[in-house]
């Protein structure tokens, strides 16, 4: 007996892809350069450069809270994925503009900001738009696409960089055109269902995070959250990845090379690791990435030339397509549907909190201990993160 045939992804999922890709190829030529330009343009320390990463990406964190929130009190994603989508765009020019470490830290927080928004949002309406045996490869899908823009972005840069002699300035300015072409595309192109009554929850008074309804999540669902943070504490911000590669003697127009090797395994690994979380067991994909992680970590605490260096820059991709798709397939799975905005969004506030943490331990580590124990640091916290992989439930059943 033949099984029948997968369905086609809709079309918003590949819009929404597309919608990321712009996007990160914007963020991304910005970033795999804003920690050689606060250092050595700005005179900015390890440790505050660890602290702008961790403050940017909070910041997003509890953004995301919000909009979750909001996303699922209103029943609308759309409308909130544009302003957080427009608010990231708007951020882009007070990069070349920037003259101080605060103004740098001022356009990294808006720039989050507007991810915190849109995250949430844009997650939930991907599970909204899908049928649950697609998730896995909807979430893949635009992961891949993504990293995607994660590749371009660099290395646009670096072909910036050659043209404009280092000109880091200039460079950034044109990282505003793809952010509006996702902003575009976002606009005519994402369409959301239209909501039904028994799918939102009761509006009485000021959208809010009601204790009943987290409570509602379940033992799975705050699983999940703990492993995410476990994670994202042993996995810092990828500044101190380009950071590293100055150490391992790459020239300041190379370094962006780091962030294209990072993003290049991560986006041809996220869209099979989506298809297999729709046919293998989750768990067992998951702690096969916390492996990647703890290996990336041990090369990159020995890399002191460029080989090492990028040996594990690519498994630290390969963890990234092993895990942050599936993470998303997991919360989609296993929280209610009338709250999925709020799922993502406590899940993403988690993070982005720890990931804060992360950043100021890993900025200290780097200054006082050297690069090496930054990353000896993140292999132990993996270690512990996959052994409390063992309590993990072994299945999630979907709220439909």
Not at 209 to 234: E, K, P, Q, S
Not at 242 to 252: F, H, M, P
Request: no cysteine; aromatic share 8%; proline share 5%.
């Amino acid at each position: 007996m033949t099984k029948p045939s997968r369905s086609a992804l809709p079309a918003g999922v590949w819009a929404l892809g597309l919608v990321s890709l712009f996007m990160d190829m914007s963020s991304e030529l910005v970033h795999a350069l804003l920690p050689i330009f606060l250092t050595t343009t700005l005179g900015a320390s390890m440790l505050s450069v660890g602290l702008i990463e961790g403050i940017a990406e909070a910041t997003a964190a509890m953004t995301k809270v919000v909009s979750g929130t909001l996303s699922d009190w209103l029943g609308r994603r759309k409308r909130l994925a544009v302003i957080g989508y427009g608010l990231a765009a708007l951020s882009k020019p007070f990069f070349p503009l920037a003259d101080s470490i605060a103004t740098v830290l001022t356009a990294r927080i808006a720039d989050r900001i507007g991810k915190g928004i849109r995250g949430a949002p844009r997650d939930a309406l991907i599970a909204d738009i899908t049928a649950p045996e697609q998730r896995g490869e909807a979430y893949g899908l635009r992961q891949s696409l993504d990293t995607a823009g994660a590749v371009l972005g660099p290395l646009i840069g670096i072909a910036l960089m050659t043209l404009l002699n280092d000109n880091i300035r200039l460079t950034f300015w044109f990282a505003v055109l793809p952010a509006l072409a996702a902003v575009t595309i976002l606009v005519l192109f994402v369409h959301e269902p239209e909501p039904k009554v028994d799918d939102a929850p009761a509006k009485s008074g000021a959208p809010r995070i009601r204790w009943a309804d987290v409570a509602t999540m379940g033992t799975a669902y705050w699983g999940i959250v703990a492993i995410g943070g476990v994670l994202t504490l042993a996995r810092f911000s990828e500044a101190f990845l380009v950071l590293r590669a100055e150490t391992a003697g790459l020239g300041i127009a190379f370094v962006p090379l780091v962030l294209v090797m990072m993003s290049a395994v991560y986006t041809l690994s996220a869209y099979p690791a989506g298809l297999l979380a729709d046919r293998l067991d989750k768990t067992r994909l998951l702690a096969l990435g916390f492996v990647a992680l703890i290996a990336a970590d041990l090369v990159l605490a020995h890399a002191n030339e460029p080989v090492m260096l990028f040996t594990g820059v690519g498994l630290w991709g390969l963890h990234m397509g092993l895990t942050q798709g599936l993470l998303s397939t997991l919360v989609a799975d296993s929280a209610p549907k009338a709250l999925r905005g709020t799922a993502f969004g406590i899940f993403n506030f988690v993070s982005g909190i720890v990931l804060l943490a992360a950043s100021l331990i890993a900025g200290y580590l780097w200054e006082d201990y050297g690069p090496a124990s930054t990353f000896y640091a993140g292999a132990i916290i993996t270690m512990v993160g996959l052994a409390g992989l063992v309590l993990l439930p072994r299945r999630n059943t979907a709220k439909k």
